[in-house]
Every structure is written in C-alpha cells, then in structure tokens.
C-alpha cells in the first residue's frame, strides 16, 4: 500500500461529509471493534461514510493508493471481514435511513441499518420485511449472504424479497441492479457476499404482519433432547408455514421465568413464533410442550419487533466466538444422536448448538434463481461456541470442529456463508455448489483484481 502524504489525506478528508478516522483519533478503538471479539484488527483509515458520495470517495482513494478495503455494515459477521490490517474500513453504519412506501409495499433501506432499525420502521406501517433474529444484525451483510429468521417459512429467504440494489462499483461507477437492469449482478448480490460493489440501498418488497404474533420458549432438560428432537422432526418441520420453532441446546440462561435451580443446568429449549392466528398458535405451542416435561414456559402474544430482540442480551458483542455450520434436508436418528452428544459435553456456559427451521417457501424457488443455492436446505445447524477468555479458545474452537465434522455425513451439502469463520475460504465454491461458476463471471465482470476479497470470497479466475 502507498501512503497519501498528509496534503493528500486533507483533501481527501474534506472531501467527505462523514468522519475520517485514524489511529490517532478518540473514537478510533470505540468505531473498530466488531461483533466478534476474535476479530481485533486496525485499519489505518475509518471513513464513516453519510452517504453514496462518501463510499464513492473512499473506493476511489483506496484504489488509488491500492489500499486493502474492508466494508462494514452493523459489523456482525463472524468472519470478522468488516475490518483489516492496515487498510481502509468503508464504514456504513452511520447510513441508517429505511423509507416505507406502505401503499406500493416497498422499503428502501440504506445499508447501516439493522435488523431492529428495519422491523420499527416497517412495524409502523404494518409491514414486515423477513430478515434474522437478532434485532441489533446488519441488514447489509445478512441480506447479501441470504438471510433467514422466524419469517423464512412463510416469505422465503431475505434474498426473495430483495427486488433491486443500488451499487458502487469497484471502478467507480454506480449501477442499480433489479430484475430489468444488470439481472446477472442482481442474481449474484442475492447470496453471493460482499463480492461485487457496495450497495448502498436495498430495495425490498414488504409483507403485511398481524399486529401481535404468539412467541415464546419452551424449556426441558436436556436428559429430554433425543425425543424431543424426533417429535420436533415429525411434527414441526412440515406444520404450517405461519408457525416457526428453533431448537437450541445450551446451559440455561437466568432467564426469570425459571426456577433457579434450572439457571445453568443443560437444556433444550424450544424458540418458537407463530405469525398466524393467535388461538391456533396456542394450540400449536401446546402441541409442542406435551413434547416432554418442562421446566418452564414463556409463550404469549407480544409484537414481533418485540419478539426480534429477545435474544439480544444472550448475544451482545464483545464476546469471543467461533462457529460452524450445516443444512439438512432431513434430521436422521444419527444426526439427532450426534447432536445431542455434544451438547452433552457444552465447552462453556455461553456455548449452544441450534437447529434453525427454514423449511417452507425457501425450497419453492429454483436452486439458480438467486446465488443462495440452499434450496433443499429444511434446517440450518449453527455449532455456536462462545466465550469470554482467550484462554478458553482452544476447547471451545476444537468442541466446535469436532461437532462439525461428526456431523458432516448427515447432512446435505452447501453451507450458509454469513455463518463461515474466517478459516473457511476453502469451503467456499462448496457453500455455493452449482452456482459457484456462475458466481465466479460475475466476478470478473465487477471485480476482475479482486479489490473485494474481505469476504468468503468468489475468486475471479
Ligand atoms: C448475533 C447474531 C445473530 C445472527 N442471526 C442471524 C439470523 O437469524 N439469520 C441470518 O441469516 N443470519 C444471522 N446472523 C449472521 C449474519 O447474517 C451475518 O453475520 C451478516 O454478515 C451480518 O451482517 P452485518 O452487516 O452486521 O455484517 P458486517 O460484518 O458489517 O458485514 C459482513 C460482510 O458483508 C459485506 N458487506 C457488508 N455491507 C456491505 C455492503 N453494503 N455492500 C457490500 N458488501 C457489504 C462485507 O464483505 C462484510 O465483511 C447473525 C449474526 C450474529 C452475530
């Protein structure tokens, strides 16, 4: 990389609207740290960009002194790609502008925003768009990776709602990407990473949300996985698309709604959200607590921006994390066993192994329609280890692996790339399995020098 001389790094400075940090600056340490604590790196420029004219600056200053170029949204990914060592972080999370045009149904969301910033922006129109579960994930990064949550079932994947993006490319130009304009690069934003510009709106169409949904958790022990997992199987996976249940299995939480003396033992529990009727939903909760013998419950009706910030305290940033991932179009007898197994042998208090449901609309839509190929993926399995000491990064890093790799023969192929460390660039043309050479021109066509490649990257040759 060269080095602006400090005339250079003035212009450049006042040529933006939004900051220009350095080392040197107050709130440098404050503005790089990411989600995950495992990623602590130093850009030796921040540009917390206002808007599109900043990003276009900040592409052009990096190309200009071949800077390495990282670009952030809410800085959530694993990975730990939203940052680097020694080059420039393009930083969107200051743009967090959502515009609602409830009468056409469409949202136009600027690419700081989060999950939480979308939901209370659409709630207020009655409107939802599907994303994740975690109010405070940026809707940048998920919705370029695919995107699934509670909604999945019933709307399909964040990508089938994404009808147009607005981008700056990496030779400076500014492209909108739809189904009309530019359809290679729109197919390849919808799953294929932070590979081939920046965007700097998505465009997506919006769905009506009752004002209250039926959510809550339904918690046994542990010593109840195994058959609770074979009913989850059978009955839950094909119920209607209106109802969703997770499967974690963790050490309990001090959640109040259990009994002390459940605080910290090994569990299962049941996330669930039904988007349909509220009667029918209790009745399906129930269905699923005669499962087995709680030890608590917490299910009612609450608003679903409600609902999506649940799970926030359970994963606030600052902590040290790794994971691993696989789809299943099915949970067999072996991969339950496997499962449960390991969450017998949980490394830490904070470590869990969850079973995310996307079964629904997601596999109606053809494997090439968008580059997300997963559509035979029924469950998501995310291996999440976490932790608070470095000294622990070896136990849990190797639970996580091992888990990982005993349960590699059950499951189905591809692999969701927002949930991929940043140890698995070699996984990459697998995650994305025939669509990769698809992936792979569009590349070319965008990013021939792989300026992009802070990402679970798309090698152009
Ligand atoms: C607590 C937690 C909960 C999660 N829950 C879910 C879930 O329920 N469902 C789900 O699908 N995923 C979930 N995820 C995964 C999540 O989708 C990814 O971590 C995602 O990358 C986060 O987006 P971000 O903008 O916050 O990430 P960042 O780390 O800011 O960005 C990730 C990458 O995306 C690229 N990028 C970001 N913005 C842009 C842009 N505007 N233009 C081009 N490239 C860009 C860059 O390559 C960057 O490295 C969760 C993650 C966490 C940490």
Not at 279 to 304: D, I, N, Q, R, Y
């Amino acid at each position: 990389m060269q080095q602006p001389d400090p005339e250079q790094l003035k212009q450049f400075e006042d040529s933006l609207s939004g900051p220009l940090l350095t080392p040197e600056s107050a709130d440098y340490d404050e503005v790089r740290q990411l989600w995950n604590a495992m990623a602590d790196k130093r850009p030796a420029y921040i540009v917390r960009c206002q808007d599109r004219a900043d990003v276009l600056a900040s592409l052009n200053f990096a190309n200009h002194y071949q800077m390495e170029i990282a670009v952030r949204g809410a800085g959530h990914n694993i990975a730990g790609n939203a940052s680097c060592d020694g080059g420039i972080m393009i930083d969107l999370s200051l743009m967090t502008d959502v515009e609602v045009d409830a009468g056409a149904r469409r949202v136009y969301v600027q690419p700081g925003v989060t999950l939480g910033g979308l939901d209370a922006a659409t709630a207020k129109h009655g409107l939802v768009v599907p994303t994740g579960i975690n109010s405070t994930t940026g809707i940048a990064g998920l919705t370029l990776g695919g995107g699934f949550g509670w909604l999945t079932r019933r709307f399909g994947m964040t990508v089938d709602s994404l009808v147009g993006a607005e981008v700056v490319t990496v030779e400076g130009g500014i492209v909108y990407a739809s189904a009309d304009e530019e359809p290679d690069l729109f197919w390849a934003l919808r799953g294929g990473g932070g590979n081939f510009g920046i965007v700097t709106r998505f465009d997506f169409e919006a769905y009506p949300l009752a004002d209250q949904v039926l959510a809550g958790l339904l918690v046994f022990p542990l010593e109840q996985a195994e058959s609770i997992l074979k009913q989850y199987r059978e009955q839950v996976i094909d119920s209607p698309l209106e109802c969703n249940a997770w499967v974690v299995m963790r050490h309990a939480p001090p959640l109040p709604f259990l009994e002390e003396s459940v605080h910290g033992t090994k569990v299962v529990i049941l996330a669930l959200c039904c988007t349909g009727d509220i009667e029918e939903g209790k009745a399906w909760a129930a269905k699923l607590e005669a499962f087995g013998s709680p030890v608590g419950t917490h299910v009612g009706p609450m608003p679903f921006d409600q609902w999506q910030q649940a799970f926030d305290p359970l994963l606030a940033p600052g902590a040290r994390n790794y994971w691993k991932t696989h789809n299943f179009t099915e949970l067999s007898d072996e991969m339950i066993t496997v499962a449960v197994d390991f969450a017998e042998q949980l490394p830490g208090p904070e470590c869990e192994v969850f079973f995310g449901l996307i079964a629904g609309k997601a596999n109606t839509v053809a494997t090439d329609a968008t580059a997300w190929p997963c559509r035979d993926a029924k469950v998501v399995m995310n291996v999440h280890a976490r932790w608070q000491e470095p000294t622990h990064d070896g136990s849990c890093i190797d639970w996580a692996r091992a888990l990982f790799r005993a349960s590699e023969p059950y499951a189905s192929g591809g692999a969701y790339v927002n949930f991929m460390t940043d140890d698995e660039g070699g996984r990459v043309e697998d995650a994305y399995r025939e669509n990769y050479a698809r992936l792979k021109a569009v590349k070319r066509r965008f990013d021939p020098h792989n300026r992009l490649h802070l990402n679970q990257n798309i090698q152009p040759d």
